[in-house]
């Protein structure tokens, strides 16, 4: 026959049961801490849950002066472009994080964004000037900055930003898994890149013009200079996309800006020469 356990026993039986299960149960909460406070490697957070950050921008259109009727629905047009701009590099900013080297966000975001801008500013100052006083100065609200960067999850630890406005660099620094990615068709190799002419596809260019003209011209020329160079410095950087968003991108956003002066500029005293902007997009040769 069996012996009834004795009640000291139950209790210690309990105890023992109970210490296991707080034991478990610790070792189940640790276990989610330690997923929710991501491991650390070599002094490199691998966190993946901070955020891209968000690009803001100066507001133009409180920075403009009285816009006349005639002029009212295009420079509507392009404030309503403005903010579209914006949006579009919020959610490029979300889209890539964990993309690129430490410069990443400056050059296949910030910068093309800028270019953007100033084109955009400049045809409201033009539609403006039309019929009254040109505003001058909207160039310097076009630079737009990087706001809350937090790590990113590339793998890498955060740039530092750059001192003074775009701190531009902060977000989507790190993967060093992309860098050098030439099994993916990045820059592996550096090729020429070349753009059509647009001297050649100009009318007769009044003498009032010429100057302004000729110095937007040789702008040109440098823009291309400067895109080959970083084409050679970049070799075997980026993803598959990486010279398309860092150089040929950009440099198009620079080239309809610079074009847009020249015809601003011939429009002035003759008619206003149309179509430039077909002239702005290159190509790579390799």
């Not at 409201?124 to 160039?139: E, F, V």
């Not at 956003?253 to 430039?276: E, S």
Request: aromatic fraction near 2%.
């Amino acid at each position: 026959m069996s012996r009834a356990l004795p009640k000291y026993n139950k209790r210690r039986v309990t105890f023992i049961g109970g210490a296991a299960a707080v034991a478990l149960s610790g070792t189940v909460i640790a276990g989610f801490a330690l997923a929710g406070e991501g491991s650390k490697s070599n002094g490199t957070s691998a966190r993946t849950l901070a955020g891209p950050g968000t690009i803001t921008c100066p507001d133009v259109r409180s920075k403009l002066p009285a816009v006349p009727a005639s002029a009212k629905a295009e420079v509507d047009r392009n404030l309503t472009l403005l903010n579209t701009q914006l949006q579009e590099a919020n959610k490029r900013l979300v889209d890539t994080v964990g993309q690129g080297g430490p410069n990443f966000v400056q050059n296949a975001i910030l910068g093309p964004l800028k270019d953007k801008r100033v084109a955009t500013v400049n045809r409201i100052a033009t539609a403006i000037g039309r019929t009254a006083a040109k505003p001058q100065g909207l160039d310097s609200l076009a630079a737009c900055t990087l706001n809350g960067a937090g790590t990113n999850a590339g793998g890498g630890a955060a740039a530092k930003p750059p001192t003074g406005g775009n701190a531009g660099n902060a977000g989507n620094a790190g993967n060093a898994g992309n860098g050098g990615n030439a099994g993916n068709g990045g820059n592996t190799a550096a090729g020429t890149i070349t753009c059509p002419d647009v001297r050649s596809k100009l009318p007769a260019v009044p003498a009032s013009a010429k100057a302004e003209v000729d110095r937007n011209l040789t702008l040109l020329n440098t823009q291309i200079q400067e895109a080959n160079k970083r084409l050679v410095d970049t070799v075997g950087q980026g993803g598959p996309n990486f010279v398309q968003n860092a150089i040929l991108g950009p440099l198009k956003d620079k080239r309809v800006a610079t074009v847009n002066r020249i015809a601003t500029a011939i429009g002035r005293t003759a008619a206003k020469p149309q179509g430039l902007d077909s002239l702005a997009a290159c190509t790579l040769t390799k």
